[in-house]
């Protein structure tokens, strides 16, 4: 069985304050073109995306430095105060159920957070990735951020579903948008569960 | 092993002609803003993409009506000359070459096509995703697109490295950025092989 873990981009996907918000427009109609099409404009940070090292690292990888293998793999899903399941290698995914509020007005304030002393953790246990239903694993100036994509260890925001999963270990697929030079990219993420 | 069978989305990547191009913006940098991101303008059917029944279909599905499993199953790469091997629920991909020239001036003329016969047996077969690496399985007024979508058949578009595994079959992931309500979508196509 497959578990999308993917938020819907629309007009409502929330926006970090200050960022321009996604438009999407109609540009074509079946009745009025023979084919329908939208235009979409976004950024590369909306909605359950990946963040390659270069989206806080000076000079760091960008998304195509990456082999494919990089973005499938093992995960599993823990909570902030236990990861004693974590193995090296890993796609670690962090349940805060923080993405529930995810279109409430509070959204971008009092998001739980990962230690630093957490983040170095994941860093010697050679984790691939870290995940979590949440916009961030910290808050400005991003300390987390910053341990983890200086490792090349990847980031996904914004997650959803995975209280479904809590303590379990599946097959995980992180697709990302192919943005050349990308330092980050919306994904569509699926669990084989 | 892992194969990706995406084209790259940049500045190069081929627009149907008529159709707006899209633009990719740098709008913040780690120098100036602490962050890098982008801001991405496209259109639903750009580089390597999946068609909803609504491209094409007044009323017809869009993306979200489709259960993630749609997107996931196993492969066949054929040739237009020769589909014995297609089986019920496959997702079939014609291997025809013509992305390998996606960035010369007559990419969208001469374009090799399905028939309506083979569009109409393969809706008899019952395959689930017909695929191709050139930009559509026909020309204009698109008589295999509304066979195939008339009937909840899935259409990938610009596909690149079929001819790696003309023959083989395998595990493949097509997965579509979560559009609300696509009429198409980019989308990141990855062959366990």
């Given at each position: 069985?497959?578990?999308?873990?993917?938020?819907?981009?629309?007009?409502?996907?929330?926006?970090?304050?200050?960022?321009?918000?996604?438009?999407?427009e109609?540009?074509?109609?079946?009745?009025?073109?023979?084919?329908?099409?939208?235009?979409?404009?976004?950024?590369?940070?909306?909605?359950?995306?990946?963040?390659?090292?270069?989206?806080?690292?000076?000079?760091?990888?960008?998304?195509?430095?990456f082999?494919?293998?990089?973005?499938?793999?093992?995960?599993?899903?823990?909570?902030?105060?236990?990861?004693?399941?974590?193995?090296?290698?890993?796609?670690?995914?962090?349940?805060?159920n923080?993405t529930?509020?995810?279109?409430?007005?509070?959204?971008?304030?009092?998001?739980p957070?990962?230690?630093?002393?957490?983040?170095?953790k994941?860093?010697?246990?050679?984790?691939?990735?870290?995940?979590?239903?949440?916009?961030?694993?910290?808050?400005?100036?991003?300390?987390?951020?910053?341990?983890?994509?200086?490792?090349?260890?990847?980031i996904?925001?914004?997650?959803?579903?995975?209280?479904?999963?809590?303590?379990?270990?599946?097959?995980?697929?992180?697709?990302?948008?192919?943005?050349?030079?990308?330092?980050g990219?919306?994904?569509?993420?699926?669990?084989?569960?």
């Amino acid at each position: 069985m497959y578990l999308d873990l993917t938020m819907p981009l629309d007009e409502k996907t929330p926006v970090y304050p200050g960022d321009p918000k996604q438009q999407i427009e109609q540009i074509a109609t079946v009745a009025k073109d023979g084919w329908a099409e939208k235009r979409l404009t976004f950024n590369s940070h909306l909605g359950t995306h990946i963040d390659a090292p270069s989206h806080m690292i000076e000079g760091g990888k960008t998304l195509d430095d990456f082999p494919i293998e990089t973005f499938i793999g093992e995960a599993i899903v823990v909570t902030l105060g236990d990861i004693s399941a974590v193995k090296k290698d890993d796609i670690v995914f962090f349940n805060t159920n923080h993405t529930k509020n995810a279109y409430d007005p509070g959204f971008f304030q009092n998001n739980p957070v990962l230690s630093t002393k957490l983040a170095e953790k994941l860093v010697e246990l050679g984790v691939k990735i870290v995940g979590l239903d949440s916009f961030s694993p910290d808050k400005e100036p991003w300390p987390v951020h910053k341990v983890l994509l200086a490792h090349d260890i990847l980031i996904v925001e914004n997650l959803v579903n995975l209280d479904q999963l809590l303590g379990k270990r599946f097959m995980c697929y992180i697709l990302p948008l192919k943005i050349k030079d990308g330092d980050g990219a919306p994904c569509r993420v699926v669990a084989n569960v």
